[in-house]
């Protein structure tokens, strides 16, 4: 069954940068848009960022664009979000996401917090 593990979250300082992962298993990884999405407290989820299947296509926010980027390793079945300039409004459960067969699958998220 598909299943989609997201690490490295935590604390961080404004301006700071964190590094999320999402290690990938139970369908072709290879083979499909991966993407990564938030929900903040009292707030519904919002896409951050996707990818193509090869890396050739990637798409952002408007709120991450110029800050974060989306990157992904297919013979580790693995997606990345490398968050840079990190402010407080980024505070959020951080999620990865594919749509295989027209279900969507989500990770359990990992949290992100951004405070001084």
């Known amino acids: 069954q598909v299943q989609l593990v997201e690490s490295g979250g935590g604390s961080a300082q404004p301006g700071g940068s964190l590094r999320l992962s999402c290690a990938a298993s139970?369908?072709?990884?290879?083979?499909?848009?991966m993407s990564w999405a938030r929900q903040a407290p009292g707030k519904g989820l919002e896409w951050v960022s996707d990818?193509?299947?090869?890396?050739?296509?990637?798409n952002y926010a408007d709120s991450v664009k110029g800050r974060f980027t989306i990157s992904r390793d297919n013979a580790k079945n693995t997606l990345y979000l490398q968050m840079n300039s990190l402010k407080p409004e980024d505070t959020a459960l951080y999620y990865c996401?594919?749509?295989?067969?027209?279900?969507?699958?989500w990770g359990q998220g990992t949290q992100v917090t951004v405070s001084s």
């Open positions: 996401g594919v749509v295989v067969t027209t279900t969507p699958y």
């Open positions: 990818i193509y299947s090869d890396g050739s296509d990637t």
């Open positions: 139970g369908f072709m990884f290879s083979r499909y848009t």
